[in-house]
């Protein structure tokens, strides 16, 4: 894991450490009122506004789907306001009990120190072969 003394980037550490372990409060804590959260591709593919959508129809879906999900950074990279995360999904699907892994890449837009946009480009292959989609 790339170590930086950033503001920006140790928050959206924190967003990750929160979301693994399971403190939803400590992941919207970080996020602008207004953020976009854009999901690329996957099973929770949509473009979502605000803190409520985005629960709505990405992190609670994420514990029916899933009876393991992690989702971990290897690299933060920072250019400006401007943070790309690399990191790894894995999980295994609650219904088949089957386990994936797949790379990812998170464009994460900041504005006054709470992210203003998230996009999650990944893998989503992997997910919904696991999901039996």
């Known amino acids: 894991m790339t170590t930086t003394h950033s503001t ?22 970080v996020m602008q009122p207004d953020i976009e959260w854009i999901e690329r591709a996957g099973p929770y593919e949509g473009r979502y506004v605000g803190p409520q959508e985005i629960v709505d129809n990405v992190f609670a879906p994420v514990p029916e789907d899933w009876s393991e999900f992690t989702v971990t950074p290897d690299e933060f990279l920072e250019a400006g306001d401007v943070i790309v995360v690399l990191g790894w999904f894995a999980g295994t699907a609650r ?35 696991a999901l039996g989609h």
Request: proline share 2%.
């Open 95 to 129: 219904e088949s009990g089957t386990s994936f892994r797949s790379r990812f890449a998170h464009v994460i837009r900041m504005r006054d120190g709470l992210e203003a946009s998230f996009e999650d480009i990944s893998d989503a292959h992997a997910l919904h072969v």
């Open 8 to 29: 920006d980037v140790a928050t959206v550490q924190g967003a990750y450490d929160a979301f693994n372990s399971g403190d939803m409060p400590g992941v919207l804590a």
